[in-house]
């Protein structure tokens, strides 16, 4: 079993949708939580860190974590075709490597 | 230059060639990683430096060869390379987070590695 799991899509929503984005874990270790944004032929760039369970929310992106149930989400609204990349979540312990999900490719049509 | 930056940006070698992959980092950061990108798998972390000191190696071959000569550049040489390992190369940089703090990594662009 991996440590983290993401299902690698692709998702595709039309303009306007809520988008819905998931990792599970398996490490109860965990307790800094955040999601990279990938656009195609780029590095990944950081969009969201949390810390433990609870929600953040940053504009139209909320990031959403139950460390009972070990899973953490990614939401967006009003999603615009500008946000089609792909979505890591990444994870790690105190003073720990992250550990990356294999990414969610997301695709919003006009 | 901001942030991380990556040169070359896209390589392409043949098996018996020596090429090197460059990373600096602008932010003042202490700590500087090596990843792999490959389609459709998660990203692999190759090695880790800390205040220039490798700090994990996360059983690389040694085919590739990691250079930290200072906190703000990173190298990785490459020589007799094979075909899988064509990848995007990542460079990373973080903080270098104390006790209880994690840390939040920044990425270059990546080098796109093409090996014939």
């Known amino acids: 079993q991996k440590e983290v799991e993401q299902d690698p899509g692709p998702l595709s929503v039309p303009e306007g949708a809520i988008v819905s984005l998931n990792c599970t874990y398996s490490n109860s270790a965990f307790q800094y939580f955040m999601w990279y944004r990938q656009y195609s032929r780029k590095g990944p760039e950081l969009l969201m860190y949390t810390y433990s369970s609870g929600n953040k929310e940053d504009g139209r992106f909320t990031a959403q974590v139950d460390k009972s149930s070990k899973y953490i989400s990614l939401f967006i609204r009003d999603s615009q075709p500008s946000d089609s990349a792909t979505y890591l979540c990444a994870m790690s312990g105190p003073g720990n490597m992250l550990t990356f999900g294999g990414g969610t490719r997301l695709m919003v049509k006009p | 230059e901001t942030g991380v930056t990556q040169t070359p940006r896209h390589l392409v070698m043949g098996m018996t060639n020596k090429k090197s992959l460059k990373c600096e980092q602008h932010?003042?950061?202490?700590?500087m990683y090596w990843y792999k990108q490959s389609a459709k798998k998660p990203l692999e972390l190759m090695f880790v430096?800390?205040?220039?000191?490798?700090?994990e190696n996360n059983s690389v071959p040694s085919r590739f060869s990691p250079e930290c000569p200072n906190s703000s550049h990173l190298f990785l040489h490459l020589h007799t390379l094979q075909p899988e390992d064509s990848a995007l190369y990542l460079c990373?940089?973080?903080?270098?987070?104390?006790?209880?703090?994690?840390?939040?990594?920044?990425f270059g662009p990546g080098t796109r590695l093409t090996v014939l």
């Open positions: 932010l003042g950061h202490n700590a």
């Open positions: 990373a940089s973080s903080q270098g987070g104390g006790a209880g703090q994690t840390d939040t990594q920044y």
């Open positions: 430096y800390s205040l220039e000191e490798r700090v």
